[in-house]
Structures are given as C-alpha cells and as structure tokens.
C-alpha cells in the first residue's frame, strides 16, 4: 500500500490523503512547465494530482484545493523550503528560502464560500473550480464567467441543480438566465470576498537594498496566482532533473524503475548517504596514500534541488 499524506481541502472544510510524489511525477511536472500551451500543462497537472488524490475527481475541486494538494507534496516530497532567486533593476541580484508549510497555513484559512437566497432561489458557492482554469488563463473579470465557475448548487423549490454534472456552457447558460438582482448580490458578495483576500499577503518578496516590493501574490488565487505558484513550486533546470537521474543510477548503482519510484527528497537522502561512503573511502585512500581509484567525486548540487 503507498504512503499517502494528509492534505487540507479549503472548499471542502476537511482533510484527505494524497499518494507520495514519485521521482517520475515530479521529472514530468518540471518537464510540462517548459510547454509553451497552458493548457496542456493545466491538463498535464491536474491528471497527476487524480493520480495522487483519486478523490478529488469527484469533488469539483477549487483553486485553493488544487493548490492545497500541491503546496502539500512539495512540502512532503520533494523540499520544506522554497528557494527564490529574485533579480534586481540594477542587475544584481538575491535568493530567500520560504517555508512551503507556511503557504499551506495560509492556503488552510481561505474560504470563499457562501449561500445568497433570492426568493425561492438558493445559491451555493466556493471559489474558481479547477475545471475551468483555462478558461481565466487571461480573465478574471467577466462577471458570468466568474459566477458559473463558482456557483456550486442552484436550488429553486424543491429541485435542486449541481453544477459539477455541467459542462462551462451549459452553466454559463443557466447563469445568464437567473435574475439580475440575483447575479447582481452574487457577484458583490464575490466581489467583497475577492477583495478581502486581496489585502491579505500570500508571498511577499522585499529588496534587501530599499526594502521595496520586488514581487507579491496575494491571498485571492486567481488562474494567473495559481500558475506563478506553481511555477515557483517545480520550476528546476531540466538538465538537473535528469542529471540527478543519471547520477543516482550511473554511480550509485540504483535501478531506473526503482528510482522513479521513489520521491525527490528520498532521492537526495540515499545520494548523501552515498557521497558520505564516498569520502570516506577518499579519506582512507588519502590517508594510506593510494588512488581515489576512480570513485566519483560529484557534488549534491548536480541533483538540482
């Protein structure tokens, strides 16, 4: 049976497990960052994570879920800390480290959710489901966009519409159809909860030299936060990514299918365990004056990590 980790769904309001993420995973998620269509990449994570976290095929999952699950496996699998290396207008340049679990505790408190009553209407809802992120890859604004992919149940009487068994259109026709002081107290509640979480900070980056604000990313995950954060979260040198591969199998003797089986982390703790042996066996040839006898001597950084 996998190891599976526990991972907060703020839409939901409840935990669930996620599977590890294998070497093989994590080579194809840095891999599709390089992939110039959006789309493709949206689609190439979120098979992934229904791979991780069968569950949320289910669930019609938020942004802030979907971001859940993968602040957690990179937390978990690959690195607790979140190195980013900003560059300044005046060409220099700094790195600072992040917490991974801090972003999760922020992610935790966000919630979205809501109900508004108009009549014998009831109206449910929870955020941008992760299903229509193509849809906001460059909008965020129309207001009928906005309310069809957050509009969770429409209730009117006794009959009771779920938008999960809907494609986009058909609720994007059903919304357009509701009565304009309806949409109109939908969106202004949407509007009051974007806006609060606006003010809030996700990721704030400051300029050592003035202090100034070199980069920020807010609490209202938007299609365009969701991708930066995800681009900070896997974004490696993909000649690292298979250099690590190489170098674990090459000089360490491991099999190919077991290292794709394994996690990121678990990979750099044999590769440590591996390069102590290493220098020990250099320091004992050095020390009886003999040949290193051509054992590699590689850094951990050619890992990329």
């Not at 497990?17 to 194809?28: H, T």
């Not at 990449?41 to 069968?54: A, G, H, K």
């Not at 050095?286 to 050619?302: C, M």
Request: charged content about 25%; some cysteine; hydrophobic content about 35%.
């Amino acid at each position: 049976m996998p190891f599976k980790l526990n991972a907060y769904l703020p839409s939901k309001k409840l935990e669930t497990q996620i599977k590890e993420l294998y070497y093989k995973q994590y080579r194809e998620l840095v891999k599709s960052l390089y992939n110039v269509d959006k789309k493709e990449t949206i689609q190439q994570y979120n098979s992934i994570l229904e791979d991780l976290c069968p569950e949320v095929a289910g669930k019609d999952i938020t942004f802030e879920d979907k971001l859940s699950l993968l602040l957690t496996v990179r937390n978990y699998c690959v690195s607790p800390d979140l190195r980013l290396k900003c560059t300044l207008p005046d060409g220099g340049g700094f790195t600072i480290s992040i917490l991974v679990e801090s972003l999760i505790e922020s992610v935790k408190k966000i919630d979205k959710s809501g109900t508004v009553e108009y009549n014998d209407v009831t109206v449910t809802y929870s955020s941008y489901k992760i299903r229509d992120e193509y849809v906001f890859l460059s909008n965020n604004k129309d207001k009928f966009d906005i309310l069809a992919s957050y509009i969770d149940t429409i209730k009117i009487g006794e009959q009771s519409v779920d938008f999960k068994d809907l494609t986009f259109n058909d609720r994007l026709n059903i919304v357009t159809e509701l009565p304009l002081e309806l949409t109109n107290m939908l969106y202004q509640n949407i509007q009051v909860l974007e806006q609060k979480y606006e003010a809030l900070d996700f990721i704030t980056v400051k300029s050592p030299v003035d202090n100034s604000v070199v980069l920020r990313l807010s609490c209202n995950i938007t299609a365009s936060t969701l991708q930066q954060t995800i681009s900070f979260l896997f974004t490696e040198n993909l000649n690292n990514v298979y250099k690590a591969f190489y170098n674990i199998v090459r000089h360490a003797g491991f099999s190919a299918d077991y290292v794709d089986s394994i996690t990121p982390v678990e990979l750099q703790v044999y590769w440590m365990y591996y390069m102590q042996d290493v220098e020990k066996v250099n320091a004992q040839q050095a020390e009886n004056k003999q040949s290193t006898g051509g054992l590699p001597v590689t850094n951990n950084s050619e890992l990329g990590f």
